[in-house]
């Protein structure tokens, strides 16, 4: 699960969440001219509002992020989970609202004493929670400022040579300090940081091919290796042009370009393998 896919609606999702949870303690019953001390039953008190409010809310807003964060999408008979999730949240809206307005329900009426009962603290503080819950769900496809994502990517480190893996592992940009070696080759003697190893009279000098091997071949043009995430989840095709996407490249993670072929580039990830990104329209480059 990728959390840097997930966008400012999911952390109202979240949020609310957290509100119609802290809501589930407080006090179900308001009762007229009840001294401060009488002991309130809370939400979890009553099974309607727990299995239709709190549960399900709760339930739909956990969906709603999880299917956020997957980086393929999961499907339960036919329909996406993010789907199955804004229908829960609207589903523990509707319930709070119906159990806000009558909330002791059968007892209206009968004894003459429910005109003093009203919602508590917690009835309504879970109303305005699971209402902004499924008004986050549903927005957040389709507001801009919603749809915006939650962590910003982190700055990689300067772009490396062509080939060369960045240090601390590739596909995370400055992490560690550990030496790597060139991408499709071995570490060469007298490359600077590899301890012990010095360069001597009559030796290549690093950046120089070895005699009787080839010169690694250069970027075309004056096209330089850069950095790159994109905005959304984006397919990555095979270089010799066929229509199946050999991978998705996810929001929140850097992948180094290696070529540009028009207004399309060439891009490697974490794994080794190379494709070409079609759509880089909204990438952010390091």
Request: with cysteine; glycine share 16%; aromatic share 8%.
């Amino acid at each position: 699960m990728n959390i840097r896919s997930l966008t400012r609606g999911d952390g109202v999702v979240i949020g609310a969440a957290v509100l119609l949870f802290i809501a589930s303690f407080l006090d179900l019953y308001s009762l007229d001219n009840a001294p401060d001390d009488a002991d309130m039953p809370s939400l979890w008190d009553s099974g309607p509002v727990v299995l239709g409010v709190v549960l399900a809310g709760i339930i739909g807003a956990a969906l709603v992020v999880v299917s956020r964060g997957l980086s393929q999408p999961r499907k339960v008979a036919g329909l996406d989970l993010g789907q199955f999730g804004v229908a829960f949240t609207v589903f523990a809206a509707w319930c709070a609202l119906g159990n806000l307005f009558d909330p002791v329900g059968g007892f209206d009426g009968t004894g003459g004493f429910s005109t003093e009962i009203g919602a508590g603290m917690g009835l309504i503080l879970a109303f305005i929670a699971a209402a902004l819950m499924a008004a986050a769900a549903i927005a957040s496809p389709l507001v801009p400022a919603l749809k915006g994502p939650l962590l910003p990517a982190a700055r990689p480190a300067a772009p490396q040579p062509y080939g060369a893996q960045p240090p601390g592992g590739y596909g995370y940009p400055g992490a560690g300090a550990q030496q790597q070696a060139p991408f499709g080759g071995q570490p060469q003697q007298g490359q600077p940081g590899q301890p012990g190893q010095q360069p001597f009279p009559g030796q290549p000098q690093p950046g120089q091919p070895q005699q009787g091997q080839p010169a690694a071949p250069a970027p075309a043009g004056d096209f330089s290796p850069f950095w790159f995430a994109v905005p959304v989840p984006r397919p990555l095709f095979p270089e010799d042009g066929s229509p199946t996407p050999i991978a998705e490249l996810a929001p929140g993670t850097w992948y180094l370009a290696v070529e540009q072929r028009g207004q399309a580039l060439v891009a490697q990830t974490q794994d080794g393998r190379r494709g070409v990104l079609q759509d880089t329209s909204g990438i952010q480059r390091g």
